[in-house]
Nanobody
Framework: VQLQASGGGAVQAGGSLRLSCAAS????????MGWFRQAPGKERRVVAA????????YYADSVKGRFTISRDNTKNTVYLQMNSLEPEDTAVYYC????????????????WGQGTLVTVSS
């Protein structure tokens, strides 16, 4: 499956962005989908994950209450709604897919999008 992330941009602190991840070449409903981010000089970390049917979600503590992950399997698309953005959220955001199960380690994800840059200014 190929993943294409979009929706990044520059926003001021307190603003919102919605990232999208479109899957092609396969049915994304087969996969647990995750959003990861990598800030300059830092390791890539999970931001959120969503189960196959979207019933179960996981969020990193740093984004709980501010970010919402969702998916529309009819459109083969996963979303990340980001509200109340903070400068610390500045990073390249990646969507990823795994068919190994409910995992949050990037090493367990086999399919990755190209990344989209989010820049939050204070």
């Amino acid at each position: 499956v190929q993943l294409q992330a979009s929706g990044g941009g520059a926003v001021q602190a307190g603003g919102s962005l919605r990232l999208s991840c479109a899957a092609s070449g396969g049915t994304c409903s087969k996969y647990v989908m995750g959003w990861f981010r990598q800030a300059p000089g830092k390791e890539r970390r999970v931001v959120a994950a969503i189960s196959w049917r979207g019933v179960t979600t996981y969020y990193a503590d740093s984004v709980k209450g501010r970010f919402t992950i969702s998916r529309d399997n009819t459109k083969n698309t996963v979303y990340l709604q980001m509200n109340s953005l903070e400068p610390e959220d500045t990073a390249v955001y990646y969507c990823a897919a795994n068919d190994r199960g409910w995992r949050f380690d990037g090493a367990d994800y086999d399919y990755w999008g190209q990344g989209t840059l989010v820049t939050v200014s204070s």
